[in-house]
C-alpha cells in the first residue's frame, strides 16, 4: 500500500497529545483585538481539544504525527 499524505495545513493546526487525543489552537486571536475583553483573549490563548465528531477526519489527516 502506498505511503499516505499528510495535510500540510492540518499537521499545522493540530498536534496529538501522548494518550492520542488531538490538541488545536483557538480561533479568533490574530487581529481586531481591540474590541474583544481581556478576559475573552486570556481565554483563547489556551489551547483546546478537538471535538469527538471531529477527530475521525483529523486523524485521517494526519496519518503519521
Same mark, same amino acid.
Given at each position: @500500500?502506498p505511503?499516505? !499524505?499528510?495535510n %500540510? &495545513?492540518?499537521? !499545522?493546526?493540530?498536534v496529538?497529545?501522548? /494518550? &492520542?487525543? +488531538?490538541? %488545536?489552537g /483557538?480561533? =479568533? %486571536? $490574530?487581529h +481586531?483585538l481591540t474590541?474583544?475583553?481581556? !478576559?475573552?483573549?486570556?481565554?483563547?490563548?489556551s489551547?483546546? @481539544?478537538? =471535538?469527538? /465528531?471531529?477527530v $475521525?477526519?483529523a486523524?485521517r @489527516? +494526519?496519518p503519521?504525527c
Open positions: @500500500m505511503k499516505l !499524505k499528510t %500540510r &495545513g492540518a499537521a !499545522k493546526r493540530f496529538r497529545t501522548a /494518550s &492520542g487525543a +488531538i490538541k %488545536r /483557538s480561533s =479568533h %486571536r $490574530r +481586531i474590541k474583544k475583553s481581556t !478576559k475573552r483573549k486570556r481565554h483563547l490563548r489551547p483546546a @481539544m478537538v =471535538h469527538p /465528531s471531529d $475521525r477526519a486523524l @489527516m +494526519i503519521y
